[in-house]
C-alpha cells in the first residue's frame, strides 16, 4: 500500500463517527465496510488532495465505502476508460455511491453519453440506475449538449419507466425530472412525456410520469 493510500485512509478514519454511521441506514445506503464519514469531510479530503488517477484506482480497490466516494472527487475525468467505468458500475450496490460517481466523475468522462445508452439495457438495478443517474448528471453539468441528444434519450425514459423497482423508477424519474428544468422547451417536451407515462396503465411508469408531473409543474 502506498504512502500516500495510507495517509489518505488515516484520514477517513480520523473523521469517522458512530453517529455518521447510523445514518447510512436512515439514508437508505446499505453499504459494506463503511467508517462513517460525512460528505463534507470527504469532500474536504478531497481538495487537500487534487487529482490523483493513480490514487483514485488505489482508493477503490480498498473496497472501503467512503474510499469510493472519494475516488470519484479525486479522478481525473480524462483519464477514465470506459472499461474503468463499466468495472465500478458493476460494483455499485447502493444509491449513495451510484449517484455520487455519476454526479461528480462520469457525467464529466467523454464516455458518459455512450455509457447512458449502454446501461439502460441492463437488467442489473444499479448499472440500471447508473444509466439515469448519469443522464440526470448530465441534464445539470453539460452545457455543451444540445437539446436533440436528450430527445434522443426520451425513448430510454418511455422504455424503463415500467421498471418497479425503486431505485430504477427514482432515477427515471431524476433524468426526466433533470432534463425537463434545462430549458423551456425540454422542459414542455418532458412535460408531454410525463403526462403519458402518468396515464399509463402500469404502475411504475404511472408512478415515475405522476413524480415528474409534480415536480416539473411547479
Same mark, same amino acid.
Given at each position: 500500500?502506498?504512502?500516500?493510500?495510507?495517509?489518505? $485512509?488515516?484520514? $477517513?478514519?480520523?473523521?469517522?463517527?458512530?453517529?455518521?454511521?447510523?445514518? $447510512?441506514?436512515?439514508?437508505?445506503?446499505?453499504?459494506?465496510?463503511?467508517?462513517?464519514?460525512?460528505?463534507?469531510?470527504?469532500?474536504?479530503?478531497?481538495?487537500?488532495?487534487?487529482?490523483?488517477?493513480?490514487?483514485?484506482?488505489?482508493?477503490?480497490?480498498?473496497?472501503?465505502?467512503?474510499?469510493?466516494?472519494?475516488?470519484?472527487?479525486?479522478?481525473?475525468?480524462?483519464?477514465?476508460?470506459?472499461?474503468?467505468?463499466?468495472?465500478?458500475?458493476?460494483?455499485?450496490?447502493?444509491?449513495?455511491?451510484?449517484?455520487?460517481?455519476?454526479?461528480? *466523475?462520469?457525467?464529466?468522462?467523454?464516455?458518459?453519453?455512450?455509457?447512458?445508452?449502454?446501461?439502460?439495457?441492463?437488467?442489473?438495478?444499479?448499472?440500471?440506475?447508473?444509466?439515469?443517474?448519469?443522464? &440526470?448528471?448530465?441534464?445539470?453539468?453539460?452545457?455543451?449538449?444540445?437539446?436533440?441528444?436528450?430527445?434522443?434519450?426520451?425513448? *430510454?425514459?418511455?422504455?424503463?419507466?415500467?421498471?418497479?423497482?425503486?431505485?430504477?423508477?427514482?432515477?427515471?424519474?431524476? &433524468?426526466?425530472?433533470?432534463?425537463?428544468?434545462?430549458?423551456?422547451?425540454?422542459?414542455?417536451?418532458?412535460?408531454? $412525456?410525463?403526462?403519458?407515462?402518468?396515464?399509463?396503465?402500469?404502475?411504475?411508469?404511472?408512478?415515475?410520469?405522476?413524480?415528474?408531473?409534480?415536480?416539473?409543474?411547479?
Amino acid at each position: 500500500m502506498s504512502e500516500r493510500l495510507e495517509e489518505t $485512509l488515516a484520514a $477517513l478514519k480520523e473523521k469517522a463517527t458512530p453517529g455518521w454511521l447510523a445514518k $447510512l441506514d436512515r439514508f437508505g445506503i446499505t453499504a459494506k465496510n463503511a467508517l462513517g464519514v460525512s460528505m463534507a469531510h470527504i469532500q474536504a479530503i478531497a481538495k487537500t488532495l487534487g487529482r490523483d488517477h493513480s490514487l483514485a484506482l488505489a482508493l477503490w480497490k480498498t473496497d472501503v465505502y467512503e474510499a469510493r466516494l472519494l475516488a470519484a472527487y479525486v479522478d481525473e475525468p480524462a483519464r477514465v476508460t470506459p472499461a474503468q467505468m463499466d468495472r465500478w458500475t458493476r460494483s455499485f450496490d447502493n444509491w449513495g455511491i451510484c449517484d455520487t460517481v455519476c454526479f461528480v *466523475l462520469f457525467d464529466r468522462t467523454p464516455h458518459a453519453w455512450s455509457k447512458v445508452a449502454e446501461w439502460a439495457e441492463s437488467d442489473e438495478e444499479f448499472v440500471k440506475r447508473a444509466a439515469f443517474a448519469l443522464l &440526470a448528471s448530465l441534464a445539470g453539468h453539460d452545457k455543451k449538449a444540445v437539446d436533440q441528444q436528450f430527445l434522443d434519450a426520451f425513448p *430510454l425514459i418511455e422504455c424503463a419507466a415500467p421498471d418497479g423497482r425503486n431505485f430504477v423508477k427514482k432515477g427515471v424519474s431524476w &433524468a426526466l425530472r433533470r432534463i425537463g428544468h434545462r430549458n423551456p422547451a425540454l422542459r414542455k417536451a418532458a412535460m408531454k $412525456l410525463a403526462q403519458r407515462l402518468a396515464a399509463s396503465k402500469d404502475p411504475a411508469a404511472r408512478w415515475t410520469g405522476r413524480d415528474a408531473l409534480r415536480d416539473l409543474s411547479r
